[in-house]
């Protein structure tokens, strides 16, 4: 077994079984850092502009993380793999996409399904619609492929993806809702609006409203105007009859995801953290950053930071990675919310709203 294969077993079982006495997230993190250093060229480069010495990373906030415009212009890759996939960012602007070369396809498939069920339950337990048109468009989309990969592993006969034949869509719904199943309609901010502004399709929502998830995947994708998510999220739980959307945190750079159940609060899966680094300041972080130390000094709790994200699934990639988000830690610092986005920063990716 090599030792890229040892980290993915170990990522497994820190992931069913997080209080695991052989790996803390810590010492999977540093491990993973290592790993990534020495097989990785792109982020080897860059660690080394930063630190003389990378013996002196021996924690977790220590660990160098890479700016997410690398992934526009570098191929970040760990080691001599082979990709099988090459997932690419919608964009909105001219500029160049960022692209993410996947090596090991059932991984992250495992991974994704394992997250998705932590927080749901099983996939058979649900009918899986998916209302994603500006990603289909694509054939290199990453949430289209995570979607699938749910659809098919839900074995229903109703779901799938749908893109003008919305009328089709509500009514395989109306029927799939006739058994025990939830039905989980994942859908593009600006598609649900559509959906939401159809008082037709909505009274049919309605209607089976205390049997849907409706999850969205944030971005207008230059469709309409950016709009608050608790803007968003009010005239969707009006037209749709639900007491609250689902959402969904994930980017083409990130092979984890986030999931929201309300109110934009998010919680990640075991294998990932997120830490805040100061807004002018890429390399110091907010007190209590992740590990949820108790605040020496309350006046911090709540600031907002920069978003850095350690995605331990992305360990043929980089598992480091300093996103354009803003956001802040919920006061137990067990969740997060997104506030928005640095200025002059792409406006793209999943679930990234601006406030």
């Known amino acids: ?68 415009e690398f992934f526009k212009n570098h191929q970040v890759i760990s080691g001599e793999v082979e990709p099988q996939i090459v997932f690419e960012s919608s964009g909105t602007t001219s500029a160049n996409t960022s692209r993410h070369f996947v090596s090991d396809l059932p991984f992250y498939e495992l991974m994704s399904r394992n997250t998705f069920e932590n927080f749901y339950g099983p996939l058979t337990d649900y009918h899986v619609f998916a209302l994603l048109p500006s990603y289909l468009e694509r054939n290199n989309s990453s949430l289209v492929y995570m979607v699938q990969n749910f659809i098919f592993h ?30 989980l309609l994942v859908g593009v901010t600006f598609g649900l ?17 205390d049997k849907i998830i409706i999850m969205e995947t944030g971005g207008m994708k230059g469709r309409r105007k950016e709009m608050v998510r608790e803007e968003l999220h009010a005239v969707l739980t009006t037209a749709f009859g639900v007491k609250n959307i689902h959402s969904e945190y994930g980017m083409t750079e990130l092979l984890s995801q986030g999931y929201s ?5 998010f919680y990640l899966p075991k294998t990932m953290k997120i830490l805040l680094r100061e807004i002018n300041d890429p390399f110091t972080y907010l007190p209590s950053f992740a590990l949820g130390e108790p605040d020496q000094d309350v006046k911090y709790r709540g600031r907002t930071g920069g978003i850095n994200v350690v995605d331990l699934v992305n360990i043929d990639s980089c598992s480091f990675i300093e996103t354009k988000d803003l956001g802040s830690f919920t006061p137990d610092y067990e969740g997060f919310k997104v506030m928005g986005r640095f200025d002059n920063s792409d406006i793209r990716g999943c679930n990234l709203m601006l406030n």
């Open 154 to 183: 839900s074995f229903s006969q109703f779901g799938g993806f749908y893109l003008d034949n919305l009328d089709e869509m509500i009514q395989n719904m109306t029927e799939a809702a006739k058994d025990g199943r939830k039905i």
């Open 1 to 68: 077994m090599t030792i890229r294969d040892e980290l993915k077993a170990a990522l497994v079982q820190l992931d069913q079984n997080p209080y695991s006495l052989e790996y803390s997230f810590e010492k999977l993190a540093l491990e993973v850092f290592r790993f990534q250093f020495a097989q990785n060229p792109v982020y080897n480069t860059y660690v080394k502009f930063l630190y003389k010495d990378i013996k002196k990373i021996d924690r977790l906030e220590k660990i160098p993380f890479l700016p997410i």
């Open 261 to 265: 159940k309300g109110e934009g609060i």
């Open 193 to 209: 609006l559509d959906l939401a502004e159809n008082e037709v399709f909505a009274e049919k929502i309605r209607a089976i409203s």
